[in-house]
């Protein structure tokens, strides 16, 4: 085991003067809001500001991680190569950025995990809003395997992730198909009702008024 501070340099970020303000052809942020919980970003394309002069130490890419350090859920976003334009991060989000013998994926799965999150809620702070000190996050214990078994897990979980994802798409789509067949049986079986009804109605043939 290891402490966070020794495998990967940390850096919270940009802290913005006042409200962002959206700008086409700005520069590229990403902010708290627009991460997800489950370690995701939640925006894409990433939204553009007014933003001036903003130094070096502030922009990720891909082969960095996010940290949500506010919130009820402080989980890390890996940067992968998809993550193609740099962008500028916001606090409270912290920038990690893991040294060579360290997996992006692998380190994000890690902070992720019951063990990690144990770990934040005993040095958590505030009562409105939880935050993460950056001493607290520092001192996290993490176990660093050969970077062949890091990667392994990180492949195993994003399958897993990705399994997830299909199954709850698959589940959707079933309670829709399962919503939408029985609504049509509930009409097709009011006009049954109003034809039977429209029927015993009319006069029978040769009858008398």
């Known amino acids: 085991m290891t402490n966070l501070s020794a495998i990967c340099d940390i850096q919270i970020g940009l802290t913005a003067r006042g409200r962002l303000e959206p700008m086409d052809g700005g520069v ?7 991460t997800t919980p489950d370690g995701d970003l939640g925006s894409d394309p990433v939204a553009r500001f007014r933003l001036d002069d903003v130094p070096q130490r502030y922009w990720v890419g891909s082969g960095d991680i996010l940290f949500r350090s506010r919130g009820d859920r402080n989980t890390a976003i890996a940067l992968g190569e998809s993550f193609a334009e740099p962008a500028v991060a916001v606090m409270p989000l912290v920038i990690l950025r893991p040294r060579e013998e360290v997996l992006t994926e692998y380190l994000a799965w890690y902070i992720n995990q019951p063990r990690a ?7 958590a702070r505030g009562t409105g809003i939880r935050m993460i000190p950056m001493g607290c996050l520092a001192e996290l214990d993490v176990p660093l395997p050969a970077l062949k078994q890091q990667r392994t897990i990180a492949a195993i979980d994003s399958l897993g992730r990705r399994e997830f994802i299909l199954s709850t ?15 049509r049986t509930a009409r097709e079986s009011v006009q ?3 034809k039977e009804t429209a ?6 043939k040769g009858g008398t008024s």
């Not at 798409?169 to 609504?183: C, D, G, I, P, V």
């Not at 029927?199 to 029978?204: D, G, H, K």
């Open 117 to 123: 999150q144990h770990h934040f809620d005993g040095y």
């Open 28 to 34: 590229p942020a990403i902010q708290l809001r627009d």
């Open 199 to 204: 029927a015993a109605l009319r006069p029978a």
């Open 192 to 194: 049954n009702q109003l």
């Open 169 to 183: 798409r698959l589940a959707e789509k079933r309670h829709q198909f399962t919503n939408a067949t029985l609504l």
